[in-house]
């Protein structure tokens, strides 16, 4: 299935295994210029070893998404490396299972940073440089935990539901005059195929 999106540079965060990984190898598939992070080096060499086998190329760097200079840098690498960015997809995501008396705003934050924040962060580098290059699109992973609440994950349900709000107010409010286009993607870890993202990808 030809999506036409042959030589397009996609960022994806979070591509080193899972749902991202997925995501990443669509991508190139479809012949983008695909470049990703995680936070383990070791994976992430991994995945560049299986994308190099398969005649693809992927840029990777080290990155803990809840640093948002870390982020920042890594946005900047890619632009630096591609000289574009023109799908930008923010897939990280983590819980701890808590109740919310076992939970401490320590661990509240710390979800928050990943899940949460680092979108919004995501979101600015993209936006920032699609604005310069003519637009793009940005893909925000979420979680059918953003619609259907789970016992123990208050910090993680909450995280992902203001992502579902997030997307769409960006979208319709922020840039209204140049326009890129901005998806929330709800995923189910069960079923994390690429088939599962094509639709969101343009």
């Given at each position: ?11 994806v965060t ?69 000289g ?15 109740s ?28 920032g ?10 893909v ?63």
């Open positions: 299935m030809d999506l036409k999106l042959n030589e397009k540079v996609v960022v979070g591509g080193s295994q899972g749902i991202g990984k997925a995501i990443t190898w669509a991508f190139a598939k479809e012949g983008c210029k695909v470049a990703t992070c995680s936070r383990s080096q070791a994976k992430l060499d991994e995945l560049a070893e299986e994308f190099k086998a398969a005649g693809h190329d992927l840029f990777v760097k080290s990155v803990d998404v809840s640093q948002t200079q870390d982020l920042i840098d890594f946005g900047e690498d890619v632009y630096k490396h591609f574009r960015i023109d799908v930008w997809v923010n897939n990280v995501g983590q819980f701890k299972s808590k919310i008396l076992e939970q401490s705003i320590e661990d509240w934050n710390e979800i928050m940073h990943v899940n949460l924040d680092s979108y919004f962060t995501g979101t600015q580098i993209a936006a440089k699609m604005k310069q290059t003519g637009g793009g699109v940005i925000n992973v979420s979680s059918f935990g953003g619609v259907f609440p789970a016992v123990y994950r208050s910090s993680y349900n909450t995280s992902k539901y203001a992502i579902n709000w997030f997307t769409p107010v960006q979208r319709k409010r922020a840039w209204p005059i140049w326009n890129p286009r901005e998806r929330s993607c709800p995923r189910n870890n069960q079923y994390g195929d690429a088939e599962s993202v094509r639709p969101y990808a343009g």
